[in-house]
């Protein structure tokens, strides 16, 4: 069974830091691309940032680029979002997100992954 469990949101005021964790268990985890996307309330769920497997490349939604990063820990089964500066237009629920299609080009910023976490939440006060 595909299990991706979320963990690291909260509250946190504008300007601020926060880490989230995924760790990932059912699947090979190495060969897999990994992202993160959210959903704000009212509002579509959107790619944030993804992490290719074979090759480890990254890629980020302009809104986010240089205030996010993304990692993965294939020996903990586990990828990151480190994000800073956060924005009160960051608050949403978090998703981890798996694909075995290991797709480049910002392919999984505009498309859904096969595998989901429940979420977690991330709220930033102004």
């Known amino acids: 069974e595909v299990q991706l469990v979320e963990s690291g949101g909260g509250l946190v005021q504008a300007g601020g830091s926060l880490r989230l964790s995924c760790v990932a268990s059912g699947f090979s985890f190495d060969d897999h691309a990994l992202g993160w996307y959210r959903q704000a309330p009212g509002k579509e769920r959107e790619g944030v940032s993804y992490?290719?497997?074979?090759?480890?490349?990254?890629y980020y939604k302009d809104s986010v680029s240089g205030r996010f990063t993304i990692s993965r820990d294939n020996a903990k089964n586990t990828v990151y979002l480190q994000m800073n500066f956060l924005k009160p237009e960051d608050t949403a629920v978090y998703y981890c997100a798996a694909d075995s299609r290991d797709y480049g080009g910002r392919y999984y910023l505009h498309y859904d992954m096969h595998y989901w976490g429940k979420g977690t939440l991330v709220t930033v006060s102004s």
């Open positions: 992490i290719r497997g074979s090759d480890g490349l990254t």
